[in-house]
Structures are given as structure tokens and as C-alpha cells.
Antibody
Framework: QVQLVQSGSDLKKPGASVKVSCTASGYTFTDYAINWVRQAPGQGLEWMGWISTSTGNPTYARGFTGRFVFSLDTSVSTAYLQISSLKAEDTALYYC??????????????WGQGTPVTVSS | SSELTQDPAVSVALGQTVRITCQGDSLRTYYASWYQQKPGQAPVLVIYGENNRPSGIPGRFSGSTSGNTASLTITGAQADDEADYYCHCRDASGHHLVVFGGGTKLTVL
């Protein structure tokens, strides 16, 4: 079955970097793009952007440019989210999700379990 | 505007029907999808497209759209349906690929 498995929780100091992984199984990795979604404590879901797994081309939502980088290693069916110069406000749960485009509908049919990132001195 | 607006909270008596709505200009062009999120869990897709349920989602969940408003209806709400619900669709403004609603907390009384 389709599965996205993310790396475990991380605790970082302000100014450090973090790299979250999302490993896919159960389907051909390059057939579906990967999105990243942030959920701050007690808040809703916020779309960060997506990366084409066939071309490696990333697209970032407003507010997620500069310090955020999406990348891939297709040899191990894994997508990565790297955040540099971490700030306290980056403390959140980060999800990866596969998207399906079907006519006038685009939806996330499979999600990773989420990776908690805590930024604290 | 690329925003999707949801009521922050809705309640329903056990076994009754509840409708959760989502408003936004993008819904005039694209279908909404709906996600259920329970505490400590990842979101789960419950409705996509015109009114489609992924395998394993109970038939009491249905979706519809009218104009700029999408609705998720739960017919005969169960205690297990208590969760946060988020709508989501492609962004017709082109600013983003997709946009999420702010979420609705459903309480089953």
C-alpha cells in the first residue's frame, strides 16, 4: 500500500538547520509530486509548496522562500525539506503529502505521519 | 482572493446530520477536497472531486458544491467523527498551487 514515512522529531537551537525526510513506498515515486504542509502548535494546515518528483523542480508558497529548500533523492524514493537559520516560530509539525491531479480536483491522497520540529535555546 | 473560509467550530448531536461549509472564489473553478484530522494524527482524505470517497471512508460522508461554497455533510454523525475538518482546493488566482481553509472543529454531543 502507499506509504509516506517521515523522519523523527528534532530539537534544534535558533540559527541551526534541520532536514526532514519523507520516504515513499508502494508506488512509483516519480509518478506523483510531493507537497509539504506546516502545522504550528494549535493551528491549522498551511501549504508550504511542492516539488515535482519527475523533474525535481520545486515551487514555494509565499512565506516559504529563502530559508526553505525542497529536494529529492529518487534513488531511495525520498523527498527532503531543509530549513535553515531556524527561528522559534518554525516550531511546528511538518507533513509531506502526495498529490493527485484529477480533472478539476487536486487532492492529497496520502500523508506522512508528520515530523515535529522544535526550535528552542 | 485565494482564501478559503470555514466556520471555526460546529457541533452536532449524535446520530444527526451536520454540514461543514467552505467558501472561496477558487471553488467556482475547482472542486474542494476534505480532510479529517484527529488529535495527534495526520490528516486523512475523506472527500475529493465532485463527491468521491477514498476506500475505507464511511458512506455517511458526502460532498457538494454550489457557487463559491463547498460542503461536507455527515449524515448520522458518530462519536468517532469528532475531529478537525479542513477544506482544500487548487488556487484559481494562480498565486499558489493549492490553498487550505482554516479548519472546522466538529464536536459530537
Amino acid at each position: 500500500q502507499v506509504q509516506l514515512v517521515q523522519s523523527g522529531s528534532d530539537l534544534k537551537k535558533p540559527g541551526a538547520s534541520v532536514k526532514v525526510s519523507c520516504t515513499a513506498s508502494g508506488y512509483t515515486f516519480t509518478d506523483y509530486a510531493i507537497n509539504w504542509v506546516r502545522q504550528a502548535p494549535g493551528q491549522g494546515l498551511e501549504w508550504m509548496g511542492w516539488i515535482s518528483t519527475s523533474t525535481g523542480n520545486p515551487t514555494y508558497a509565499r512565506g516559504f522562500t529563502g530559508r526553505f529548500v525542497f529536494s529529492l533523492d529518487t534513488s531511495v524514493s525520498t523527498a527532503y525539506l531543509q530549513i535553515s537559520s531556524l527561528k522559534a516560530e518554525d516550531t511546528a509539525l511538518y507533513y509531506c503529502a502526495r498529490h493527485v491531479l484529477l480533472g478539476a480536483s487536486l487532492f492529497f491522497d496520502s500523508w506522512g505521519q508528520g515530523t515535529p520540529v522544535t526550535v528552542s535555546s | 482572493s485565494s482564501e478559503l473560509t470555514q466556520d471555526p467550530a460546529v457541533s452536532v448531536a449524535l446520530g444527526q446530520t451536520v454540514r461543514i461549509t467552505c467558501q472561496g472564489d477558487s471553488l467556482r473553478t475547482y472542486y474542494a477536497s476534505w480532510y479529517q484530522q484527529k488529535p495527534g494524527q495526520a490528516p486523512v482524505l475523506v472527500i475529493y472531486g465532485e463527491n468521491n470517497r477514498p476506500s475505507g471512508i464511511p458512506g455517511r460522508f458526502s460532498g457538494s458544491t454550489s457557487g463559491n461554497t463547498a460542503s461536507l455533510t455527515i449524515t448520522g454523525a458518530q462519536a468517532d467523527d469528532e475531529a478537525d475538518y479542513y477544506c482544500h482546493c487548487r488556487d484559481a488566482s494562480g498565486h499558489h498551487l493549492v490553498v487550505f481553509g482554516g479548519g472546522t472543529k466538529l464536536t459530537v454531543l
